[in-house]
């Protein structure tokens, strides 16, 4: 499942930057639906996906600058996520994150060596996360919304 979550019609871009677009990608539903919304709020161009094949497809579409992305997923994880992005030619500049409730050394190892830029532990910092992609938007020359 692929869900498009449309901004406020009343919010509009402060200037011609294009604004930062970042997929979710975690199959549980509430927790994909929540992080996005919150997400949306900061100002940033949001889309959700419920699966790892959904993800590479919704990414091959939406061309998003920054990837959350769930590690214990059925079917294609997270890890196998990452890998295939970091091996498309089209999507592997992305920066992913991970976004998990595995916040052992273990996990932030597998993850580096995966290819994942960043490893946030769920529940997800929301202040942290609004940093990090305030951060992001600026190397990437991308704005977000503002109010009008």
């Not at 979710?24 to 996906?49: F, H, K, M, Q």
């Not at 996520?81 to 920066?95: E, F, N, P, T, Y």
């Not at 929301?126 to 938007?137: K, P, Y």
Request: glycine share 8%; aromatic share 4%; hydrophobic share 50%.
């Amino acid at each position: 499942m692929s869900a498009d979550l449309p901004l406020d019609a009343s919010l509009g871009a402060a200037n011609d930057a294009e604004i930062l677009r970042v997929l979710v990608v975690d199959d549980n539903e509430a927790s994909a639906r929540s992080l996005a919304w919150a997400i949306e709020l900061e100002g940033y161009d949001t889309r959700l996906c419920l699966s790892g094949p959904l993800a590479l497809a919704e990414a091959h579409a939406f061309r998003p600058h920054v990837v959350l992305l769930d590690l214990g997923m059925p079917g294609m994880n997270g890890y196998e996520v990452c890998k295939a992005m970091r091996a498309d030619s089209v999507l592997g500049h992305i920066k992913i994150i991970a976004q998990t409730g595995w916040g052992d050394a273990e996990a932030r190892r597998k993850t580096a060596e995966t290819g994942f830029d960043l490893h946030l532990v769920k529940p997800v910092n929301m202040a942290l996360l609004a940093e990090m992609l305030a951060l992001l938007a600026h190397t990437a020359g991308a704005t977000r919304h503002q109010a009008a």
